[in-house]
């Protein structure tokens, strides 16, 4: 069974760091890409970042270009996002999504986790 | 960049109805097109891939299509369960881009 499991949030003043971490099991996963996608609350949708199974590929959203940084370690199979320079509009459930292969299309989430930005 | 325009934002229709959501691009995606079900305190359910292509478990009410800048997602016949917000996700050029959603309840 694929589960993604994503730990790290928490309360952070403005200007703080904080790092998100998503736990995979139950597939290969460095074959597949990931990417993490954030939800305000109330509010849509907003993807953040990808990166492809072999870290060669990496993009993000203008939103966060310069303030976030993705990786993972496919020995651990775990995906991260260090988000520094953090704003109140940071505040958002942060989730870890599997990238099917098509499309660019996330067949599998995870939870998510809360992240506060406030002072 | 690229603009991806989702409507209604919201809807309201009768079980048994067919329900239409679309996106619109400002340029052409190929097929690069997405569309999630979000329910209410539940994370997003991936529904359709590459424009038409039903993921596997979806119910075959949920259809998919368009090509280019115009895509359309169709629910043949509403049931109660569809109660969901449905978002768009297009590709392009190095981009990830959500539509803004479609709430949809039941009238």
């Known amino acids: 069974e694929v589960q993604l499991v994503e730990s790290g949030g928490g309360l952070v003043q403005p200007g703080g760091s904080l ?16 990417n993490w996608v954030r939800q305000a609350p109330g509010k849509g949708l907003e993807w953040l970042s990808y990166i492809n199974g072999g870290s060669s590929v990496i993009y993000y959203a203008d939103s966060v270009r310069g303030r976030f940084t993705i990786s993972r370690d496919n020995a651990k199979n775990s995906l991260y996002l260090q988000m520094n320079s953090l704003r109140d509009e940071d505040t958002a459930v942060y989730y870890c999504a599997r990238d099917c292969g ?4 996330n067949d599998y989430w995870g939870q998510g986790t809360l992240v506060t930005v406030s002072s | 960049d690229i603009q991806m325009t989702q409507s209604p934002s919201s809807l309201s229709a009768s079980i048994g109805d067919r329900v ?7 340029q052409g995606i190929s097929n690069y097109l997405v569309w999630y079900q979000q329910k209410p305190g539940k994370v997003p359910k991936l529904l359709i891939y590459a424009a038409s292509t039903l993921q596997s478990g979806v119910p075959s009410r949920f259809s998919g299509s368009g090509s280019g800048t115009d895509f359309t997602l169709t629910i043949s016949s509403l049931q109660p369960e569809d109660v969901a917000t449905y978002y768009c996700q297009m590709y392009n050029s190095a981009l990830i881009t959500f539509g803004q959603g479609t709430r949809l309840e039941i009238k």
Do not use: K, N, P, V
């Open chain 1, 19 to 34: 790092r998100l971490s998503c736990a995979a099991s139950g597939f290969t996963f460095s074959t597949y890409a990931m």
């Open chain 1, 102 to 105: 098509d499309s660019y299309a």
């Open chain 2, 20 to 26: 239409t959501i679309t996106c619109r691009a400002s």
